[in-house]
């Protein structure tokens, strides 16, 4: 199976990229396929009627080819004030305006990563609302990765064996669900 992934973060060097990094290789060691995407790939302006009027950005397009193409989705986003990234609000809001709608039955687990002490969960609760709102199935289950900006040893891996083994199991309940779905 194949999944589009990408950390809702454009800072370089971003604790989210390393997250999504490390679960796109479990993605592939479990044996499946993993569309690593950058999230300056699908740069959008400010969601706005008057430019939708017009037609829609070529990178909403861009984004709902490439996450159709998989069977589900996978974004470890940071926390901002206790909330998502604008810019990911912003993604999901053009998205959204496309009909059919495409979130409809999208499969998606979230992961976050932060330095504090919270590991970014709370910016995950907010991020679930309006993707289920849009139809889309959202896995129970979160992986959030406090201290991150000293959790990773230099190949990339957790420190922590048992966080390492927490995120592989995440992500192997999700692949398993994504599977029973679609048969």
Known sequence: MQFL?????????????????????????AGHEADLA???EFDLPLYNADIQN???PSNVTHFIT????????????????F??????????????????MPWQKQNILLLSASPSLVGGNRGLWCTRIPLEC??????PD???????????????QL????????????????FSLVEKLST
């Not at 992934?5 to 989210?16: G, I, K, P, T, Y």
């Not at 589900?72 to 901002?80: A, K, M, Q, T, V």
């Not at 909330?83 to 059919?100: A, E, F, H, Q, Y």
Request: charged content about 15%; some cysteine.
């Open 54 to 56: 017009q037609g829609f």
């Open 5 to 29: 992934m990408f950390a809702a973060s454009l800072q370089q060097n971003s604790v989210n990229k390393k997250l999504i990094n490390l679960a796109a290789k479990l993605t592939k060691n």
């Open 83 to 100: 909330s998502m990234p604008g810019t990911l609000k912003n993604l999901i809001d053009w998205v959204s305006r496309v009909s059919p």
């Open 38 to 40: 950058d999230f300056n």
């Open 159 to 174: 420190h922590d064996a048992q966080l390492q083994t927490r995120l592989t199991n995440t992500l192997n309940g999700f």
């Open 66 to 81: 490439r996450m159709q193409k998989a069977k589900g989705l996978i974004i470890s986003s940071p926390e901002y004030n």
């Open 134 to 139: 849009c139809g889309a199935l959202v896995y």
């Open 142 to 156: 979160m992986f959030s990765l406090a201290s991150a900006n000293q959790a990773f040893a230099d190949d990339g």
